[in-house]
């Protein structure tokens, strides 16, 4: 049980261009969704915190308007870089939470190479 | 939120040793997570710790959470090359009105045949 998923697994796309990230819970409803982001050889950054039907909340130096977070429904969350740029080149993890305290699960995570 | 460092950076041991990898907090720990990665790859869960005093062991991996609940160890005994890999420890943070999991700063194994 608790299994999230990622799709797609990695993408390579041109400057400029927008990507969208799928999050799923696949055996669970989650309370709440996460989004982190590892540079390499470093460990994973918080970006921002979303629970369905409401906005997400970003962390200190995480520009909104270049991370677009949806969550649609408690076992779906998406992430669209927009206007992606190579310095967004990352791994993207998401992660999915059951219930307080309950557990945080993760994602396989993203690989985005922006050209 | 709250500041998580891990020590030591990274590890070099030869197959069939004993290691320690120490997570320190600046606050109290109300939850405290441990995962191993591959590089480039999602997180495998290992452990989580909640209270005072715990420990907890999965194969040859067991984990710790002191009584002050401000640092967490974990051990593996025995070391094998699969064990390679980066750690990390993660802490539970209540924070603007969230529960969310932040990371230290993670230890990169290498085990040497």
């Known amino acids: 049980g608790a299994v999230v998923s990622q799709h797609p697994s990695w993408v390579i796309c041109k400057s400029g261009t927008s990507v969208k990230i799928e999050c799923r819970s696949l055996d669970f409803q989650a309370t709440t969704m996460f989004w982190y982001r590892q540079f390499p050889k470093q460990s994973l950054m918080l970006m921002a915190t979303s629970n369905e039907g409401s906005k997400a909340t970003y962390e200190q130096g995480v520009e909104k308007d270049k991370f677009l977070i949806n969550h649609a429904s408690l076992t779906l969350s998406t992430l669209t870089v927009t206007s992606a740029h190579p310095e967004d080149s990352s791994f993207y993890i998401c992660s999915a939470r059951i219930g307080t305290p309950g557990g945080q699960f993760f994602g396989p995570g993203t690989r985005l190479t922006v050209l | 939120s709250q500041e998580l460092e891990q020590s030591p950076q990274s590890l070099i041991v030869q197959e069939g040793k004993n290691l320690t990898i120490n997570c320190t907090s600046s606050?109290?720990?109300?939850?405290l997570y441990w995962y191993k990665q591959k590089y480039g790859e999602g997180l495998i869960f290992l452990m989580m710790?909640?209270?005072?005093?715990e420990e907890k062991s999965h194969e040859k991996i067991t984990a710790k959470l002191d009584e002050k609940k401000q640092q967490s160890s974990l051990h593996i005994t025995a070391s094998q090359p699969s064990h390679a890999g980066i750690y990390l420890c993660?802490?539970?943070?209540?924070?603007?009105?969230?529960?969310?999991?932040?990371f230290g700063t993670g230890t990169k194994l290498q085990v040497i045949p």
């Open positions: 710790l909640q209270k005072g005093g």
């Open positions: 993660g802490a539970d943070n209540m924070f603007g009105g969230y529960q969310k999991v932040t």
């Open positions: 606050k109290t720990l109300y939850g």
